[in-house]
């Protein structure tokens, strides 16, 4: 899985892990991250996610990142906002009021950037990665993010081999070895969602299960 990949689903439409809705689990469980109101919270892999307004909603300085250039148009286009414009290290930065989405890279987007991150917020990031890749993008973009950053973090699990990924289950025993050296990790809720979930059940996937957890860099 390359850039051109997502590129590719974008270009297709193949944007089945768009939701049109925010994220119910996101409602319920961010105000167990207790982050200030004007804290700064990062969106990997955002899309066009109705969750970034949301969190801006609460206060909350809203920094997304997306490597579709499609994606982040929509994004904007739908809500009837037309944001600034500018390029920098990161990439191109689409600024309009408590949210800036960069368009490009979430690999190269820099150290000092990361580094003042109060909050991350991953749903469709880690589990969109492949398990080569999910090692790389903690140990190199979380591994940016400063000590006492917060996350709430939701994977899907189910039977690998019933389906080919994008999204990948990524089960608990996983999040452990991924993230135990330098964050404290603490499991929500884990929800049976096969039942909701047409799509998982054409593909023949008997068990389909989404759990969150809150991240505590140390």
């Known amino acids: 899985m390359d850039a051109e990949f997502w590129l590719q689903r974008w270009h297709e439409g193949q944007i089945g892990f768009h939701r049109g809705e925010v994220m119910p689990l996101l409602e319920q469980y961010w105000p167990t991250l207790d982050v200030a109101a004007g804290g700064r919270v990062f969106v990997p892999l955002a899309g066009k996610t109705l969750d970034m307004h949301w969190l801006a909603a609460q206060g909350l300085q809203v920094l997304g990142c997306e490597l579709a250039p499609l994606a982040v148009d929509a994004f904007f286009a739908e809500a009837g ?45 880690l589990i969109a990665l492949p398990p080569a890749m999910r090692r790389r993008y903690v140990d190199e973009v979380y591994g940016r993010l400063p000590q006492g950053c917060r996350g709430l973090l939701i994977t899907l699990e189910y039977p690998q081999a019933e389906k080919a990924g994008p999204p990948f289950p990524v089960p608990e025993d996983e999040v452990q070895a991924l993230f135990s050296p330098r964050w404290d ?23 389909l299960s989404t759990a969150v957890y809150r991240l505590t860099r140390r």
């Open 81 to 125: 906002i037309e944001p600034e414009t500018g390029r920098d290290a990161d990439g191109v930065h689409h600024r309009a009021g408590a949210i800036d989405l960069v368009q490009g890279d979430v690999f190269a987007l820099t150290a000092g950037t990361l580094a003042t991150m109060d909050a991350v917020y991953d749903r469709a990031a």
């Open 185 to 207: 990790i603490e499991r929500l809720v884990r929800r049976d969602i096969l039942a909701g979930e047409p799509r998982f059940i054409a593909e023949g996937v008997t068990a």
